[in-house]
């Protein structure tokens, strides 16, 4: 589609030196800068706006029974209360006591599409700043983050660990740069590159994640089809939020003159002219009904869904997932999407 496409980066980048280079030592410089920043600016002012309300940002296990409600949508169907639903004429299902520790994993899409940016921000910076945030704020309070990243294939796994050097290893290793494909004998590297398989992801954490555990699948969800199946199975099993980066000139483009078009994953260049009104409303069109249909797809797979814009606020951001947490806990939001507000 015509919003899968990113403007072509500048070239040209000199090349490193024989010796060793200070990359990595820079880019983990970058990362230990980065937290500072995030935990200076973001993490103080929530921990305030937030106070006492731990409890309701995650979902997690427990045993001790607190309470029984009406079945909804999406309940385990383990938890319905057969005696009560027999007495009441409605299903019910048990509220169980949420233990305080909770294991939370975030599968990470760091694919070619998510290096894309048309403001300050890539998707790539926007997806790590909230990943490195909510391990952060996760950690802080002794609970466990693991990341399974996916390149081009899902190929990294880091356990779950506690400490803010865990945080610092999964911010570097977000930061880092996704390696392309390298080209194969007769073949350009257009023609090497892979689309994007996010269902190889979903099916990989399915295997690795064996505890029930808190679930942020971060991901621009450009991809092929056939994700919904198994993030619907992943849901079955554990408390799901499908965090989705985006960038506004995936949905509208400005009328800025003749425009390259690339395609990130695949390499595929395309010559626009954004004077033309009909384009732009053309291309306008096709991104509103990708929307509805990816919206579409993730209710059905009943998962919650945070939108990260690159020029939104992940402050703002991270105070509206809050605040569904807390309906989903209490009863009165089953799965909606937090968007900006106009």
């Not at 009560?84 to 520790?101: C, G, I, K, L, S």
């Not at 403001?119 to 952060?136: D, G, I, P, Y």
């Not at 290793?173 to 390696?179: E, I």
Request: proline share 4%.
């Amino acid at each position: 589609m015509a919003s899968d496409a990113a403007p072509s980066p500048a070239s040209g980048s000199a090349p490193a030196p024989a010796s060793a280079s200070p990359e990595p030592a820079r880019q983990a410089a970058s990362a230990e800068a980065l937290l500072r920043r995030l935990e200076w600016t973001v993490l103080r002012r929530l921990d305030g706006l937030l106070q006492g309300d731990y409890r309701t940002l995650m979902r997690g296990s427990g045993i001790d029974l607190a309470d029984l409600r009406e079945y909804q949508l999406h309940d385990d169907v383990r938890h319905i209360d057969w005696n009560v639903t027999a007495r009441m004429a409605q299903p019910h299902v048990r509220v169980f006591t949420e233990d305080r520790e909770t294991s939370a994993w975030l599968l990470l899409d760091l694919t070619a599409s998510v290096d894309f940016g048309s403001n300050e921000r890539t998707k790539r910076q926007v997806a790590s700043e909230f990943a490195a945030l909510l391990a952060r704020v996760l950690t802080r309070h002794g609970n466990r983050v693991g990341a399974l990243l996916y390149g081009s294939q899902a190929d990294t796994l880091i356990p779950a660990g506690t400490s803010r050097m865990h945080v610092l290893q999964l911010l570097h290793r977000m930061l880092t740069p996704s390696v392309q494909p390298a080209a194969a004998p007769g073949k350009s590297g257009a023609q090497a590159a892979t689309a994007t398989r996010l269902h190889e992801l979903l099916h990989a954490a399915g295997h690795a994640i064996r505890r029930r555990s808190a679930v942020f699948v971060v991901s621009d969800f450009i991809s092929e089809p056939g994700w919904h199946r198994p993030l619907a199975q992943l849901a079955q099993r554990h408390d799901v939020v499908a965090v989705r980066v985006l960038d506004p000139l995936e949905q509208e483009l400005p009328e800025i003159g003749m425009l390259t078009l690339r395609d990130a994953e695949t390499g595929e260049t395309l010559l626009i002219d954004t004077h033309d009104k009909r384009f732009r409303q053309r291309f306008a069109q096709l991104a509103a009904e990708r929307e509805a249909a990816l919206r579409e797809e993730l209710a059905r797979a009943g998962v919650d869904t945070l939108e990260l814009r690159t020029d939104d606020d992940l402050l703002d951001a991270l105070l509206r997932f809050a605040d569904l947490r807390k309906r989903r806990v209490s009863g009165r939001g089953i799965t909606q999407v937090l968007r900006k507000s106009a």
